[in-house]
């Protein structure tokens, strides 16, 4: 199934379902120019969920793409790029260089997201990770670096401004759109995580929480996710209105250091997957979990622990 919606004066969102809960939003942003904010993952040629000129077309206004700016480096928003670009070759793409590597390669990006499953022996879960992103996305290699505080000017008053969110990867940057108040975050705020019963993650969770607490700074009045994470809203939109905004960036905040909490409680010294268990237990009322059965743990949990230390099968903290 795919989504679209307007959500500002020249703002459009497009949701695509990926299969359960799974689904990924990307947004076009016009003015005189046209920018698109991430490109979803890789489908095969003719899918009609892929992003494609004939899919930009149905946008009221669109006339071309100038611009491809990406929120990170994660396959889930960069692997649409190549076949988006083969068909708008002036397009201009932009990463932050943090990413490159991970966006580089699907194998490099598989690897680096299944270490905490080959460091804990959990073969299965490596090898599922690893099949799933080879299919979903293409190496890219941007033209264009973004940074902290760099304006895209489309043109028509539409300005979109970098702000630099590390943490959920090392590249992470928002983009907000002053003239309509709309902040695109990608990842940088996940609440309890993108599906029921899962974790947020990220590679590092002091930076991760630094920039929620930076883009709460700002005072965003409304924030566009690249998922509907659960925020403990009565409605897992992608999109929060003000009413909603900081009450996301609050959870987020405050689950990041209740993991951060319980994993300290550890003793080193113990297997790092069952310490894994044991924080996702402790924790189940304060993020509520569903464990897959290959792990025993809530998906994206792993990825979540390795980041806050839990880094080897004999020892729990470095």
Not at 122 to 138: D, Q, V
Not at 235 to 241: D, E, R
Request: charged share 20%; aromatic share 6%; with cysteine.
């Amino acid at each position: 199934m795919i989504e679209l919606r307007q959500i500002g004066e020249q703002v459009w969102s497009r949701t695509v379902m990926l299969g359960g809960e799974a689904h990924v939003a990307t947004y076009l942003v016009g003015g005189d120019g046209w920018a698109l904010i991430d490109t979803g993952v890789k489908f095969p040629p003719g899918d009609p969920r892929s992003l494609s000129r004939s899919a930009l077309a149905r946008i009221p206004g669109f006339d071309d793409l100038d611009h491809i700016v990406l929120t990170h480096g994660h396959y889930d928003h960069v692997g649409g790029v190549a076949a988006l670009a083969a068909e708008y070759p002036a397009a201009q793409i932009y990463l932050h260089p943090a990413d490159r590597r991970m966006a580089s390669s699907a194998i490099v990006q598989s690897e680096e997201m299944a270490a905490f499953a080959k460091a804990w022996n959990l073969p299965e879960k490596a090898a599922s990770m690893e099949a799933h992103i080879n299919e979903r996305m293409t190496g890219v290699h941007p033209e264009y670096d973004l940074a902290d505080g760099m304006r895209i000017d489309l043109g028509g008053g539409a300005l979109i401004e970098v702000i630099a969110l590390p943490g959920h990867t090392a590249g992470s940057v928002a983009f907000r759109l002053a003239a309509e108040d709309i902040t695109f975050v990608g990842d940088a705020v996940q609440g309890w995580g993108s599906r029921t019963g899962s974790w947020p993650f990220y590679a590092d969770p002091t930076s991760y929480r630094d920039s929620l607490k930076r883009l709460a700074s700002y005072g965003p009045q409304r924030l566009a996710m690249a998922h509907g994470y659960h925020c403990g809203l009565p409605f897992n939109s992608a999109v929060l209105g003000a009413s909603d905004v900081l009450a996301a960036l609050e959870l987020s905040v405050s689950v990041v250091d209740a993991i951060e909490r319980e994993v300290l409680k550890g003793q080193p010294g113990r297997p790092a997957l069952e310490m894994a268990r044991e924080v996702v237990h402790a924790l189940l009322d304060e993020i509520p979990a569903r464990t897959e059965p290959t792990t025993g743990l809530p998906n994206h949990a792993g990825m979540a622990l390795w980041a806050h230390g839990l880094r080897s099968s004999t020892t729990p903290h470095q």
